[in-house]
């Protein structure tokens, strides 16, 4: 568990009480948590935002609950947290889930569909240049490999979901670098013929899914284009205190609510904390516990549809912590 900077502490409190819960309703279950510091309230104590005491006892666990971290903006100073994570754990994907959940105002009920973005190139690679005063450049770094493999998982997935695979891009533009990309997408959709691939511009997709989300299945973009799409989508259906995500690799898992730190809300209960608490079933799902997974999704889909508590940006006034007793209640309500 990282709690993180500003809302993170309290937000990861709640979806620890929800894991606590789990465990106490599934006898065999049994989790050991380590705690670590990351984050901007790392850098005056220890000159960076993820201290080498943290990767090393990150690489002792299975995988890691992430709460928000604020990014240092100035020049020189580390790059996110997240970031560098990712890059220490080569997490390839990330895997941002938007489903209608229930009792919650959603611009369709039956929207049910994953933005999988490529993780660790595109335009995130960090690679930005001053040319010449006033002239900056930055590189889109787009290789095969690495949009084979997202590809990959994004026809596993739409394999065991609905069978569709939509690939985002802007090859009428970025010739090179989505010309790679797109042709990766489309070789490895040989090996699938059960999945139906399409691709769509970026610009007509942001289009598309305000006007027809309900269409879509797996998303599969670069970088860039998979940050803007996700939070768009995570809007579509209720906000980003509900929007979960996940950063996969070969042999790590990164979990985390899409929303980040919002310092203006740290320290105040009010915040919603069921985007870290879906962050924590994905987590289960990743360590194939998933009937633990399915309780804590059942629990929270239960609250939500109840609507007795919900945190201000639902139209409630519910603390964080109340929200996560509930659905620790609820969970241990569903296992007896
Ligand atoms: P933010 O997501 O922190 O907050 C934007 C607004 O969204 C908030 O003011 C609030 O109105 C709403 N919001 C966010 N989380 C909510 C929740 N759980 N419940 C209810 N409402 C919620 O975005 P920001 O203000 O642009 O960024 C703040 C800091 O977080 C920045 O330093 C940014 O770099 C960082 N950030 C970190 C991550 C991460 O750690 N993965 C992700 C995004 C942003």
């Not at 489309?186 to 289009?207: F, G, N, P, R, W």
Request: aromatic share 6%; proline share 5%.
């Amino acid at each position: 568990m990282l709690p993180g900077d500003g809302i993170g502490p309290e937000v990861t409190e709640a979806a620890l009480k929800v894991l606590k819960a789990v465990q106490k309703a599934k006898k065999n279950l049994k989790f050991i948590f380590s705690f670590g510091e990351a984050g901007l309230n790392c850098i005056k104590k220890h000159g960076t935002n993820v201290p080498q005491r943290t990767l090393d006892m990150l690489r002792q666990t299975d995988a890691c609950l992430k709460g928000p971290m604020t990014t240092p903006e100035e020049a020189g100073a580390p790059p996110s947290a997240a970031v560098t994570i990712r890059k220490a754990f080569n997490l390839y994907a990330n895997v941002r889930p938007c489903k209608s959940l229930p009792g919650v105002p959603a611009l369709k009920p039956n929207i049910d569909l994953i933005v999988l973005r490529e993780n660790t190139e595109g335009l995130y690679s960090g690679q930005e240049f001053m040319v010449a005063p006033g002239k900056g450049v930055a590189l889109r770094i787009v290789t095969e490999q690495a949009s084979k493999r997202i590809a990959e998982l994004a026809f596993e997935m739409a394999q065991k979901r609905k069978h569709h695979v939509t690939c985002v891009h802007k090859r009428n533009i970025l010739r090179v670098t989505d010309g790679i990309f797109v042709d990766a997408v489309m070789k490895i959709a040989e090996k699938y013929s059960q999945v139906t691939l399409d691709e769509v511009h970026v610009d007509a997709m942001a289009m598309r899914l305000v006007k027809e989300p309900e269409k879509f299945d797996v998303i599969v973009t670069t970088n860039l284009f998979g940050d803007i799409l996700s939070d768009e989508a995570a809007q579509l259906v209720g906000g980003l205190g509900l929007a979960a995500g996940a950063n996969v690799g070969s042999s790590y898992g990164m979990f985390e609510p899409v929303h980040g730190s919002a310092p203006k809300y740290a320290g105040k209960n009010t915040v919603n904390p069921i985007a870290t608490i879906l962050a924590a079933k994905m987590m289960l799902d990743y360590l194939n516990e998933s009937e633990a997974a399915g309780l804590v999704e059942k629990a929270v889909m239960e609250v939500l549809k109840e609507g007795k508590v919900r945190t201000y940006d639902l139209g409630g006034n519910s603390s964080t912590q109340e929200i996560a007793d509930t659905i620790a209640d609820k969970i241990s309500f569903f296992a007896h």
